[in-house]
T-cell receptor, first 113, second 115 residues
């Protein structure tokens, strides 16, 4: 079956450290993968998109990698801050046609001061 | 407006009633999506509009759910004969292009509670 999985356990890290979140998918061959941030009571906010032919993408303190062999994307926040505390969602567009975007359940990140 | 606007922000309705949820996308955005999000889950795709037409409605759970976008801007999600299982946050998103390979902007959602 097709699945997109993120670590359901919350990630707790100390301010200043690097947070690494994982997204694994099964039985998809996405052309690209997206990462979103969601705060409680708010809609998701787009962060980064990485295409299948890109190994790594960076934006300020954020870095995303995409390994189509492992079927995995890693999302890194360097020099993390308490304001980075939120739920982070990965999402992909299946290559089966159509326009649906499939989201993972998200990983909750807590950054302690 | 500056962002995607959804109204109402909260809606409580009785089982069996009809509800309408409204989405005002960012001006000029051709693509519009509806999602449903339950607690602890990621958004679940419902329907996608490309202009006025529903290009992909494969996520609508059953025929009680229907959505329209008559003029290619505002969209309304309609739910008939609501059930308690319909309780969730309904999210709308819009994007500038229709190829999907671009940033989607989400509204804050409508929290629907069916009692």
């Amino acid at each position: 079956s097709q699945k997109i999985e993120q670590n359901s356990e919350a990630l707790n890290i100390q301010e200043g450290k690097t947070a690494t979140l994982t997204c694994n998918y099964t039985n998809y061959s996405p052309a690209y993968l997206q990462w979103y941030r969601q705060d409680p009571g708010r809609g998701p906010v787009f962060l980064l998109l990485i295409r299948e032919n890109e190994k790594e993408k960076r934006k300020e303190r954020l870095k995303v990698t995409f390994d189509t062999t492992l079927k995995q994307s890693l999302f890194h926040i360097t020099a993390s801050q308490p304001a980075d505390s939120a739920t982070y969602l990965c999402a992909l567009r299946p290559d089966t046609g159509g326009f649906k975007t499939i989201f993972g359940a998200g990983t909750r990140l807590f950054v302690k001061a | 407006g500056a962002g995607v606007s959804q109204t109402p922000s909260n809606k409580v309705t009785e089982k069996g009633k009809y509800v309408e949820l409204r989405c005002d996308p960012i001006s000029g955005h051709t693509a519009l999506y509806w999602y449903r999000q339950s607690l602890g889950q990621g958004p679940e795709f419902l329907i996608y509009f490309q202009g006025t037409g529903a290009a992909d409605d494969s996520g609508l759970p059953n025929d009680r759910f229907f959505a329209v976008r008559p003029e290619g801007s505002v969209s309304t999600l309609k739910i008939q004969r609501t059930e308690r299982g319909d309780s969730a946050v309904y999210l709308c998103a819009s994007s500038l292009r229709t190829d999907g390979n671009t940033e989607a902007f989400f509204g804050q959602g409508t929290r629907l509670t069916v009692v």
